[in-house]
């Protein structure tokens, strides 16, 4: 009877933490290789951003103490980075669910 209640222990501990699919973990890193931030490193003001999906996107940018700086929500492709002063940040855009992290310089 023990073996039986630990065979069960072992397959439904095994069931109950197994990993994403391999499709979903493949579609997650090919959503996220097709954003694209540029020019990286910035001169300018402004940020361009490239991926596939269309509409807002809530954008979070952090510093290198991991303390937000910046938060905006654009509906196009270009981001006003005119208040930060130059360094190393992390951007983090949100959009529809979905989270993508980017390094960005600022000279």
Do not use: H, W
Request: positive net charge; glycine residues 4%; hydrophobic residues 40%.
């Amino acid at each position: 009877m023990r073996i039986l209640y630990t065979a069960m222990f072992l397959v439904f501990t095994c069931a109950l933490s197994a990993q994403e699919p391999l499709d979903f973990q493949k579609q997650q890193s090919e959503d996220a290789s097709a954003f694209k931030l540029y020019p990286n490193p910035v001169y300018d003001d402004l940020v361009y951003m490239i991926g596939q999906e269309k509409g807002p996107k809530d954008i979070m940018v952090y510093d290198v103490f991991g303390e937000v700086v910046l938060t905006e929500r654009v509906d196009g492709n270009t981001l006003n980075i005119s208040r930060l002063v130059p360094g190393v940040y992390v951007v983090r855009v949100v959009q529809r669910k979905k989270t993508v992290t980017r390094k960005l310089v600022v000279k």
